[in-house]
DNA sequence: AACTCCGGCAACCGCTGTCCA
DNA sequence: ATGGACAGCGGTTGCCGGAGT
């Protein structure tokens, strides 16, 4: 039996995504809203799997997303809802208003991750690692904001270094969270801002609610509204080849269409 | 300045779950 | 009940940039 792929990969364009085809699906999006996925390239006109676009519409375009690193709080959080659902990213994604599943895991496995087991944490198992009792024992980890007793807690709430990093010195750019709120400041001359700004879209329409279903029972974090002049999500689309400005996604593969860099 | 190494992250792959005819 | 189509999920890969030498 078997099933299809998902798209026929000849004539489908792989790898980072240009400025281009993101201008398209976004503007694709904006105007018809999401609707089936395998037709969204066509109908773009994008030469991209639909699933290809899905991925980069709900990891990156989605206007409700929230850029930079994770909170101290928004770690926190994601610490113990790991403690309580395991790797089920999109559930703890669903509890973080803005953040992707994609975005979380990548976090938790370049950053958290590391950080709890110099903390003496195995991030599987929530447990004290074995190695570490030596650890504590000798001291080396008295520093650490965590104690064994609440490792052992299935409702644990580690301590996390507000600035990002346990005090046994992980690296942590020492800047995260000034860049985070750097990155919430608004930036209401974006050239794609008024872009979009100017575009005539009704504001009572379905596609306008972005946010979270599981928001609800969520008390807390709330995400942005996308149009309650909070533009951050813009924020990398400045050189839409719409105005001069050239504001791109730091480390963001931005091409011409033929591959060229911009 | 040139080179190597490594971390971070976007994107891909393959599987599962759900819906519907 | 069955199977196809699609969306979604989690694991993995590979590229790029920055740090280190």
């Known amino acids: ?20 085809e993101d201008k398209k699906l976004i503007s694709f999006i904006l105007m018809h809203g999401r609707c089936c996925w395998r037709a969204v390239p066509k109908l773009a006109g994008l030469l991209r799997c639909g699933k290809s676009c899905r991925l980069r519409w709900t990891n990156y375009l989605r206007p409700d997303l929230k850029r930079g690193l994770l909170t101290a709080e928004e770690e926190q959080l994601v610490v113990d809802l790991h403690s309580k659902l395991g790797n089920r990213w999109s559930k703890i994604a669903a509890k973080l208003p803005g953040r992707t599943d994609n975005e979380i895991k990548n976090h938790w496995n370049t950053y958290i991750k590391k950080k709890l087991i110099k903390m003496g944490i195995d991030p599987a198992t929530h447990q ?4 570490s009792k030596d650890d504590s024992q000798t001291g080396t980890s008295s520093q650490s904001t965590i104690t ?18 346990c005090s046994r ?3 942590v750019p020492t800047d995260s969270l000034e860049q985070s709120s750097r990155n919430t400041s608004s930036h209401s001359l974006d050239p794609l801002v008024n872009w979009l700004l100017e575009a005539e879209l009704p504001a009572d329409d379905p596609w306008l609610n972005f946010s979270s279903s599981n928001d609800d029972d969520f008390i807390g974090i709330v995400g942005p509204s996308p149009w309650d002049g909070t533009t951050d999500w813009l924020l990398d689309y400045q050189d839409f080849n719409m105005g001069n400005s050239s504001l791109i996604r730091p480390g963001a593969r931005i091409q011409n269409s033929d591959g060229s860099d911009f």
Do not use: F, H, I
């Open 148 to 165: 064994t007793e609440s490792a052992k807690s299935n409702d644990m709430t580690y301590l996390l270094d507000p600035k990002g990093g």
């Open 128 to 131: 004290p690692l074995a190695s």
């Open 1 to 20: 039996m078997g099933r299809q792929p998902c798209c026929d990969k000849k004539g489908v364009k792989r790898g980072p995504w240009t400025a281009e």
């Open 169 to 171: 010195g992980m690296p």
